[in-house]
C-alpha cells in the first residue's frame, strides 16, 4: 500500500474585502486586498473505501465535515472525475 499524500494547502490572510456588486451568472464583484501567510492547512488523503474527514487543530470544534465543507466536496468530485481534478495545478 501507498503512503499517505501530504500536502501544505496555502493560507491567505484578507486584509480588506469589499463586495461591489452581483455579477450577471449570480457571483459577487469583489475588491480585495490580502497577504499570502507563511502557515497553511496541513492536508493527508489516502485510499479508502468510503470518504472521511477527521478534523484536528486548535479550531477543529468550530469546524464540520459535512456536507457543505469543501474538503469533502473535493473528495466527491476526486471520485466521480479523478482525470479532471488531477488535471489541477496549485503553485
Known sequence: ?????????????????HVRGKLPDGRHAIETVFAFCT??????AEPAA???LRIT??????????????VM???????KAPELIAALHFP
Do not use: C, H, V
Open 1 to 17: 500500500m501507498n503512503p499517505p499524500a501530504r500536502e501544505i494547502a496555502p493560507a491567505k490572510l484578507n486584509l480588506a474585502l
Open 39 to 44: 502557515d497553511g492547512d496541513r492536508l493527508t
Open 50 to 52: 468510503q470518504s472521511s
Open 57 to 70: 487543530g486548535p479550531f477543529a470544534a468550530d469546524l464540520e465535515a459535512d456536507g457543505q465543507n469543501l
Open 73 to 79: 466536496n473535493a473528495a466527491r468530485a476526486w471520485r
